[in-house]
Each structure stands twice: as C-alpha cells, then as structure tokens.
C-alpha cells in the first residue's frame, strides 16, 4: 500500500483497491489501522476518501506477529525482544490454523507471522505481497491412527505442512480437513478417520489418548514445517528483519527455555507440556528452494509447478540457491 501511495498521493479507496489487487472492503480496514498508526491520512470529498502517506514519520511503532498455537515457536519471545528495543509495540495474535493467518499477513492485518511453508507459497500464488524470508524449527509433529476406525480416511489441517505429512505417509489416504489440533484429535476419537496428521502439544495428548504413533513428520517433509512470511510494506521498513530474527534464533539455541513462561501465557499451553517437547524441535534456518522443490514433488505438487511456487523465497538469502 505504502509503495502504491508514493506513486500516487490521494487515492481513493476504489483505487487503491484495483491497485492493490485486494477488495475494497479489506483495503478500508488496512486504511483504517494505518491511519490509527499515523502512518496515513485521510481526506474525504463528496463521497470518496482519498488517502496520503505521512511522509513525517517514516516507520510504524505497532507491529503484529501471528503464529498457530503450538509449542514450535519457543524462540518468538527473543524476536518480540529485539523488535520492542528498536522501539516496536509488539502484539502477538494465535491462530488454530494457518491458512487464516497466512490470508492476513498478505492482507496487512498482520505484519509478519509463522504458519506452514506449503500454505505460505500455494497461498502467494492469489496475493502475492508477502516475502518468506527465514525458517523457524521443524519437528514436534507425526502421524497418529486409531486402529479400532472402520474408516480409511485422513485428518489434517488445509493445505498445510500436516497435509503434505499425511499424503507423504500414504499417498492414497482421502483426506478430511480440519481447523484445529482439536480438531482432528476429536475426529480420531469418534473414528472419523483413520490415521491423522497432528502437531503438538495435541500430538503427546493424542498418545497419552490411546492413539498410535506411526510415523515422525520430520522423517516424512523435512527439514521445513513453519517458516516466516513477512508483509512487502512491513519488510520494506525493517531491511534487517532476516538478520534479527537469525539473531534471534542463535540465541534461543543457546537456553531455549529462558522465557518459556511468557509463550506459555501467550498460548495457552501448560509449562510443563512445552518443557517436555521442546527437544523434539530442530531450527531450520535458511530455506534452500532445492530442498523445497523436493518436497514439493514429493507431495504431488503440480499446479503451479513446483518451480512457480517457490517464487516468494528470494529475499536477501545469499545461501540459496535456484
């Protein structure tokens, strides 16, 4: 929005929905918030509003990060650290599932957030005006079956990294979506499905529920579930995003625990629970698209071509290579 808005000052909402590729309704809330922020102003004659940047100040100071809940993301508390010293509001904003989430970093209602790499690139293809630009860490999530269900059929989350878990594991499997861990446990429960693809904490619920593990799903989509996808506007701000949150990551690798307490709060997640499944996380790091590609194949990717999809992995990451 802002690199529309230098072009041209003083657009309608109208306007800058055609721009911008979005629908008149979502780019009125972005207006919204930026106006709130200070970021822009607003100029209304007859019946349009015709929008400006504010020029005087030139950085947001309210950043919102998303993430699913989950106990994957242990390090998010050294990236909210670093982001409130540079002078950054911080607001952090759970999700079940991460096609939601993903649809609003590309909206602007979140500036940044963690959800699946395979949501983040399919995703990209309807609103490309995002950036992945780091990893995270992978692990901490597998396969789990009930085997007193008379049913054949799968369970996981929408076009997600539990999905290419479970069709990686049978590729046949008919696969019911769910929107939640809970979800898909409650779904094992009543033998809807067979088999399902789950992360934790709901995985470790899931066996002490009875349920059997059969598989890891870092052995199946490695080495990428969560990575991170940054807004163009927000990422066009804060050039060293990368950097800060590679920092970031050096850091909670050294004592990962160390603000166990506040991801406990902010999740809804018991301390003890994500004291016993951190060690079962790797960090990912970098993101090399060969090794994407690969598992883009393997899921049975086609359309786009793995090779299109992969297009959004190209911000300043000098170790990958295409």
Known sequence: ???????????TIAELAEASKL????VSRIVKRLEEEGLVSTVTRGRNKHVYLNKTRERRKHVVIG???????????????????KGYNVEVK?????????????MGVLDMGYSPLVT???????NPTYKVIYGGVYGGAGILSNPHSATDKGGSTPISTMEACIRSYDKDVNVQYYYSGEGILKALRRGDIKIGAIWEPYLSDGIKMGYRFEAQ??????PYCCTLAVNNEF????????????????????????MVSWYAKITRTPVVVLKKSYKSYSISGDIDRSKVRNILEKVGVKLPSPSMMIEP??????SINA
Request: glycine share 4%.
């Open 235 to 258: 990422l066009e701000e804060e050039q060293a995003l990368r950097s800060l949150v590679e920092q970031s990551l050096e850091e909670y690798k050294h004592n990962p625990l160390r």
């Open 67 to 85: 993430i699913i809940r989950a106990s994957e993301y242990l390090f998010l508390p050294f990236i909210v650290k670093k982001l409130k010293s």
């Open 120 to 126: 983040q690139l399919l995703y990209y293809r309807f």
């Open 217 to 222: 799903c870092s052995e199946l989509v490695a």
């Open 313 to 318: 992995i190209n911000y300043s990451s000098p």
């Open 94 to 106: 759970v999700y079940n599932e991460g096609l939601t989430l993903t649809k609003h970093i590309a």
């Open 1 to 11: 929005m802002r690199r529309i808005l230098e072009g041209t000052p003083g657009m």
């Open 23 to 26: 629908s008149k309704a979502t």
